[in-house]
């Protein structure tokens, strides 16, 4: 998972070189955002494909552009708990299941 400067959600589904960029040399990094309100392409830059995703979901950005997120557990429970954020705990899918049931692993 990445993160735009605006907050954005994405997936990184490329990372390279783009030959027939502005910048040839540079690595690229493609993502598929989790808002279509954010992409621009599917996958495909200038004729060459280099990921799969729908239409306007996908963008290629320089590193510099993107900042790491977290692990696909951690964004589950923040988005359906009413927990803080807390991107250094790791939180397992049986502590989601335990939370909705209203157990504890103990």
């Known amino acids: 998972v990445v993160l735009d400067n ?11 070189k783009i030959p027939k960029s502005p910048s040839p040399e540079a690595t690229w990094i493609g993502v598929e955002w989790a808002d279509s309100a954010r992409g621009k392409y599917d996958g495909s830059i200038y004729g060459d494909r280099y990921f799969e995703c729908p239409p306007n979901k996908g963008s290629f950005l ?3 552009k993107l900042r790491r997120g977290t692990d696909f557990a951690t964004e589950l429970c923040n988005k359906y708990t009413d927990d ?3 991107p250094h705990i790791r939180v397992s899918a049986k502590y989601l299941v335990q939370r909705e049931n209203g157990t504890s692993g103990a």
């Not at 907050?7 to 390279?16: I, K, L, S």
């Open 84 to 86: 803080q954020p807390r």
């Open 6 to 16: 605006d907050g954005f959600v994405g997936t990184v589904r490329f990372v390279g």
């Open 62 to 64: 320089k590193p510099s």
